[in-house]
């Protein structure tokens, strides 16, 4: 960024934070907003231009297990060369994301139920991520679904994983808590 005016890094900053409470503010339930405010607060926006950095500058992008759509969103949004696919298991949670992208009008992301062990993706992918979605699934089933992520990437794709760490305990315990919340009770394993 050295090559950018004074400030640039500061405009498109107060952009992305617009951006993000575009995204948070366009849920009509009370509590999904809450909740999309503290996903933004908790992978904060360091975390989001880290994991953008991986991401091509065009091209077709995978969020496995997207949920709200909240990233998905925000990657689109700020990125509009990229397609963004979100697929998640819940239903509800994806007519929510699709509500959103259209409230907001992003064409460049779209939203599918499904299950990514069961990826039925016609041609290859330029990236596949996967944010704080480990710790749902079996420790034995994390890696098949790795492997076969890993397949559908085109030649100098990324796959990127983010997920909960074991330490500190405090903000585990916070994760927990949510997950909780919004799984109903099921369970989850942290692992470092």
Known sequence: MTDQPNGFADRASSREKAWIR?????????????YCRMRF?????????????YLPDAG?????????G?????????????HVHGLDLNRA?????????????????????GDARDLRWQGGLDAVYMLDLIHHI?????????????????????????DIDTAPRYKTAFTWLLDWI???????????
């Open 22 to 34: 575009s995204i948070a503010g366009a849920y009509r339930d009370v509590i999904t907003r809450m």
């Open 41 to 53: 607060v908790i992978l904060r926006q360091r975390f989001l231009e880290e994991i953008g950095q």
């Open 60 to 68: 077709n992008v995978l969020d496995v297990g997207c949920g709200f």
């Open 70 to 82: 909240l990233f998905a969103l925000y990657f689109a949004g700020t990125n509009p060369k990229i």
């Open 93 to 113: 949670r994806i007519e929510q994301a699709r509500m959103v992208a259209r409230t907001l009008g992003v064409t460049n992301v779209t939203f599918e139920v």
């Open 138 to 162: 079996h420790r034995q089933s994390a890696r098949q679904l790795l492997e076969r992520l890993a397949d559908r990437l085109h030649s100098g794709g990324r796959l990127i994983v983010k």
């Open 182 to 192: 919004m799984s109903g009770g099921e369970p989850v394993d942290y692992w470092p």
